[in-house]
């Protein structure tokens, strides 16, 4: 399996390459959609990609972990965590990637 990692020069690349738009133009709206993104999730909102999957943030609770090596235990503070839950179609699609 290929250790290639898709980059937002990539992401602007193949709008240039699929929409017609400048370069420059295809990098700005690769920004734009992404801000877009990071701006709905700090707000707490969902983002939602058909066919793909959603978006959400998550508020976790402070709690008390303990440190493996030591057995000590540890307060964990209260924080968002970003997760992603992938749509069926993407589940599929990957899945039957993986048997080539």
């Given at each position: 399996m290929a250790?290639?990692?898709?980059?937002?020069?990539?992401l602007?690349?193949?709008?240039?390459?699929e929409v017609?738009?400048?370069?420059?133009e295809s990098?700005?709206?690769v920004e734009s959609v992404l801000d877009e993104m990071s701006d709905a999730l700090v707000r707490g909102e969902q983002v939602k990609i058909s066919?793909?999957?959603t978006?959400?943030?998550?508020?976790k609770s402070a709690r008390v972990g303990r440190n493996p090596k030591t057995g000590e235990e540890v307060p964990i503070n209260p924080r968002r965590v970003l997760t992603f839950r992938p749509s069926h179609?993407?589940?599929d699609?990957?899945?039957?990637?993986?048997?080539r």
């Open positions: 250790n290639k990692t898709l980059t937002r020069m990539d602007s690349e193949a709008v240039f390459r017609g738009l400048s370069r420059n990098a700005q709206l066919s793909f999957g978006f959400s943030v998550r508020d179609l993407m589940k699609r990957v899945a039957d990637g993986n048997k």
